[in-house]
C-alpha cells in the first residue's frame, strides 16, 4: 500500500493560486494511475483530476481551464496547480492511489 502526505493547503482570496503537492512513499509510485480529489462540508468527496501512469490527464469539468494536474515520478511527487481559485472550491483536498488516500489538506478561498 502506498503512503500519501499532502501539503501546500491554505487560505487565498478569489482569483489567487495554490499548488498542492503529494508525496507517496515507495518506487511503486509510478506504476498507479493518481488522482486529486475534494469533499467539501456537507457533500460527498469528488474526483477534481486524474493522471495516468504514463501521464495522461483527465478534469472534472469544475476545473478545467483552472487546475492542472502533474507528477513527477523520480520524486514520487504529485501536484495540483489550482488557478482562478472560486468560493466553490473551498473544500479537503485528498490524494489518492488506488486504495490509498493521504489525510487531506484543507483548502479555503475567501476574501
Known amino acids: 500500500q502506498v503512503q500519501l502526505v499532502e501539503s501546500g493547503g491554505g487560505l487565498v482570496q478569489p482569483g489567487g493560486s495554490l499548488r498542492l503537492s503529494c508525496a507517496a512513499s515507495?518506487?511503486?509510485?509510478?506504476?498507479?494511475?493518481m488522482g486529486w480529489y475534494r469533499q467539501a462540508p456537507g457533500k460527498q468527496r469528488e474526483l477534481v483530476a486524474v493522471i495516468t501512469s504514463g501521464g495522461s490527464t483527465n478534469y472534472a469539468n469544475f476545473v478545467k481551464g483552472r487546475f492542472t494536474i502533474s507528477r513527477d515520478n523520480a520524486k514520487n511527487t504529485l501536484h495540483l496547480q489550482m488557478n482562478s481559485l472560486k468560493p466553490e472550491d473551498t473544500a479537503v483536498y485528498y490524494c489518492?492511489?488506488?486504495?490509498?488516500w493521504g489525510q487531506g489538506t484543507q483548502v479555503t478561498v475567501s476574501s
Open positions: 515507495g518506487s511503486i509510485f509510478t506504476v498507479y494511475a
Open positions: 489518492n492511489a488506488g486504495k490509498s
